[in-house]
């Protein structure tokens, strides 16, 4: 039994500050099941879920001398479960948008004919120019969006757009 277990989490967040140890174990058993049945909730993959409370787990470590104990330690806890979950799922849609984009990469650009945007009815003018600059220029979205005078996400947004519409093209899922 710990000899910490009596006091609130507060009280025990404030000897965490100070270096004990056996605080932190009581608040992590008491808190452990809601922040991953929080997690639970909002992600099916138990590998993430995982993953989410690995890294709550770092930051509630890492940013415990800037909790108040004037304020509830569940209150501060859900924030940083929030805050997590939120950059776990916007970094896995980076991720995907990432990959979407990669898999059109050839090593050597001979090795595919060059497709003729024009024939391409159903894209919008800003979507030949992005990725004619992407494709057959060779150019970042840094530059494509400078040269477009857009933002980087939206180069990448208007990229992605064409490209699906290229696809559902060529694979006959519209017409023009």
Excluded at 79 to 90: A, H, N, V
Aim: contains cysteine; proline residues 2%.
């Amino acid at each position: 039994m710990n000899p910490f277990s009596h006091l609130s989490d507060e009280e025990l967040m404030k000897l965490y500050q100070k270096g004990e140890s056996m605080a932190f174990d009581v608040i992590y058993s008491r808190n452990k099941g809601r922040v991953y049945s929080y997690l639970k909730k909002r992600v099916s993959d138990d590998i993430s879920v995982d993953e989410i409370f690995q890294n709550i787990m770092i930051k509630f470590h890492k940013s415990r001398m800037n909790y108040d104990s004037k304020f509830p330690l569940g209150k501060w806890l859900y924030t940083i479960c929030k805050s997590e979950l939120l950059d776990y799922l916007k970094k896995r849609k980076v991720q995907f948008e990432e990959i979407k984009d990669e898999h059109l990469k050839v090593s050597d650009p001979n090795l595919l004919p060059e497709i003729d945007l024009e024939e391409f009815k159903n894209l919008s003018e800003r979507e030949r120019e992005a990725i004619s600059l992407r494709f057959y220029s060779d150019k970042d979205y840094s530059e494509i969006s400078e040269l477009l005078n857009i933002t980087e996400t939206n180069a990448r947004k208007t990229i992605s757009r064409g490209i699906k519409k290229i696809r559902l093209k060529l694979l006959g899922g519209q017409s023009e």
